[in-house]
């Protein structure tokens, strides 16, 4: 498989470490608030690559940490505890908020298909391991006190910028939020490994250390949870471009200076969605979520879809048009799939089925060209092989695909045989709820349940399934 490699800034064949293993770290979220769906481009991005990894017969190991604690509204290290923030806003405690957001955040993953990593660490849970790797540091020299915190020494390194082919407004986010100076830090690129500097006395999660109390940086948190759990070589590092610095250039600073080696060798970034008025930002407050593109009734697996037409690595613009165009073909897809289950007949071609699952393979080898992934799905759908072919082929592809294919085939199969009751009743519930008669909808509703089916509003009608 080739992928393009953000530390070298070409295409590379990917060579894990270890032969017919992989180790994949992915930044995870910061849960002071729900992940939004840019977010979620990421997550899907990366859960794509680690599935097919798996598919060509990789034992994979996925980890990825929590940020519940050390990371500022600016990534430069100044402005407010986001952790913190979350939960002032909401009036709770902030491992509530903690709890809460990470709770959320999984239960979209879910609906996107996206698979939970192997290890999944809250960075509040290592805290110890951060003291020792810090101590460490400081004892070999890569790390100083200043002002009560300590900072790694930027300086020491022979290149610290090591990924140098961003465009300015990818780095926008995090490097421009906050402007003011750390007067503590001797070289401007330095960065906090733990803090205890009286500016967040009002921060609620602090541990002792022997610096004195106080919390984490953001960034030593990722090294730390990355090399417990996944050694000293580690494959593939994800995470949204915005990371590539200063997060992950800093990972890269720590984890080399404390291994005195070089850490690792392939830096996936996905690059951003953006909306027409500019990208999509958590600490704004406006964004678009999983449970809001719900409530208008789109099938999640629909935006996972709509992420798929796009190479992970152009920025991608959300809008309703878009993702209206979106449902449509993926509606195409399934419907299409949904008349070839109905034939059963005949034995699966080899040939047909060697030619169209090298499209597959050949697109996501290439970079993991996820749009040219799709086009191989209807290559299948429209070629003249047998459908026995085609379902084993779609059973295969969605194993990475994740867009539930046949499962919602299968829907739309059994949907012909609702019994008339239940039709009857649908129809009186969509005379009731145009009447504004939601009592009585409520009540059509719970007799339908009673017959053992669910009915659901959706973007393309009502859809009714058996429960
Ligand atoms: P956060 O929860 O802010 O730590 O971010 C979680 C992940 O989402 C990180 O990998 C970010 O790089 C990524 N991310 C942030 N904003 C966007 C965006 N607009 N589009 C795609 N990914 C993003
Ligand atoms: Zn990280």
Known sequence: MQLYNSLTHK????IPHEQGKTSIYTCGPT??????????????????????????????????????????????????????????????????????????????????????PDVVV????????????????????????AGGNIYFDTSKLEKYYVFNDFREEDL???????????????????????????????????????????YPGWHIECSCI???NLGEYLDIHCGGIDNAFPHHTNEIAQSEAYLGHEWCNYWFHVHHLNTNSGKMSKSKGEFLTISLLEEKGYNPVVYRY???????????????????????????????????????SGDIDSTEYNRLMKNFTDALDNDLNTSLAITALYDVLKSGTNSVTKIA???EFDKVLGLDIIENAVKVNQGEEIPAE???????????????????????????????YEVRETRQGVEIRKI
């Open 11 to 14: 295409k590379e064949k990917f």
């Open 122 to 145: 809250p960075a509040t849970s290592y805290i110890d391991e951060f003291i020792r790797v810090i101590q460490v540091l400081i004892d070999k020299g890569y790390a100083y006190e």
């Open 172 to 214: 926008a986010v995090g490097v421009r939020e906050g402007v003011e100076e750390d007067s503590n830090k001797r070289n401007k690129a330095d960065f906090v490994l733990w803090f205890t500097k009286s500016k967040f006395d009002s921060q609620e999660l602090k541990w002792e250390s022997p610096w004195g109390v106080g």
């Open 393 to 395: 082929l779609i059973k």
């Open 31 to 116: 849960v002071y608030h729900y992940a939004h769906i840019g977010n979620l481009r990421t997550y899907i991005m990366e859960d794509i690559l680690e599935k097919y990894l798996r598919f060509t017969g990789l034992e994979v190991t996925r980890v990825m940490n929590i940020t519940d604690v050390g990371h500022l509204t600016s990534d430069g290290d100044t402005g407010d505890d986001k952790m913190l923030k979350g939960a002032k806003r909401e009036h709770k405690t902030v491992m509530e908020i903690a709890q809460f957001y990470t709770d959320a955040f999984f239960s979209d993953c879910k609906k996107l298909n996206i698979k939970t």
């Open 306 to 344: 709509f992420c798929l037409q796009s190479h992970y690595r152009k920025s991608l613009v959300f809008d309703w048009d878009n993702l209206n165009n979106a449902v449509t073909s993926y509606n195409k897809i399934i419907e299409k799939t949904a008349l070839l289950l109905n034939d059963t």
């Open 422 to 452: 239940v039709l009857e009743l649908v129809e009186e519930r969509k005379s009731a709820r145009k009447e504004k008669n939601f009592a009585l909808a409520d009540e059509i509703r719970n007799k339908i349940t009673a017959l053992g």
């Open 226 to 228: 990355s090399m417990k």
